[in-house]
């Protein structure tokens, strides 16, 4: 159900820093919950690994190079 996705990190007061997942959903309409998005990555990452916000984009930023740009992700 997801298209794209892009990873950063943020402050976090318990872990010092916290990751974030920035998807583009493959149907805009129907995206994946957040359960669903929270069962595929435990099935594939350790605990420490795993996102703990989930954002829904349009599209990923990105250059003319068409590298993503996670410092706009960031400040977005």
Excluded: C, F
């Amino acid at each position: 159900g997801v298209r794209e996705a892009a990873v950063t990190g943020e402050p976090d007061a318990d872990l010092g820093e916290r990751i974030v997942a920035w998807i583009v959903p493959a149907d805009p309409q129907s995206p994946p919950t957040l359960e669903e998005l929270a069962d595929h990555v435990a099935r594939r990452l350790a605990p420490h690994k795993r996102p703990r916000v989930v954002h829904h984009l349009d599209a990923l930023p990105r250059n003319d190079m068409g590298k993503i740009m996670k410092r706009a992700l960031a400040h977005g």
